[in-house]
């Protein structure tokens, strides 16, 4: 477990972190977690009040990293752009298992599935996480239905997911 102080941060301009609160993790500090990586790991632990689970650092350049945090976190720890947050971290190697649902519907399709176990683990988890953090079955089934769509498509998560935007717009409107 590494334990620092420092403060809340916000990218400004950085073409898709824009407007993105993060912490800085130096390069000493990402050595002595995960020594000469390179590539995004998950921690564990605590910002002040806040347990952190599965959270990635991702890398930033020159072997620093940054840890995203978001408006559920900021809510609980109650800190805002520089202000100082104590920062307890360590290398978290837990497998995070994938949403049951959608491994199901994809192995319920062949074609599918040959795409789903040539993806990268990393890929094969943000699929899993866009639909587990979504409270609604009814909203995970409508997800799941656009993943299996847009792999039948050879889209990527982020066209799957703009499509998915807009046929939610398209419902309310």
């Known amino acids: 477990m590494v334990k620092f102080i420092t403060s809340l ?24 977690l995960n020594p000469n990586t390179k590539k995004s790991f998950r921690v564990k632990g605590k910002i002040d009040s806040y347990d952190l689970h599965h959270a990635a650092l991702l890398p930033y350049g020159n072997g620093d990293f940054i840890l ?23 290398l978290d190697n837990t497998i995070q298992p994938l949403n049951p649902d959608l491994v199901i519907c994809i192995n319920d399709a062949p074609e599918l599935s040959k795409k789903w176990h040539a993806m990268i683990p990393s ?17 995970q089934a409508q997800k799941i239905a656009c993943i299996l769509e847009g792999l039948a498509l050879n889209e990527n998560i982020h066209t799957i997911s703009k499509r998915y935007s807009n046929k939610r717009k398209k419902a309310t409107t």
């Open 9 to 32: 941060q916000k990218f400004e301009k950085n073409g898709e972190k824009t407007n993105w609160t993060y912490i800085m993790i130096s390069s000493a500090i990402a050595n002595t």
């Open 123 to 139: 890929h094969k988890k943000y699929y899993s996480n866009w639909v587990s953090h979504t409270k609604s079955l009814a909203l």
């Open 68 to 90: 995203p945090i978001n408006a559920a976190m900021r809510k609980v720890i109650r800190k805002s752009i520089g202000q100082q947050v104590s920062v307890q971290i360590a």
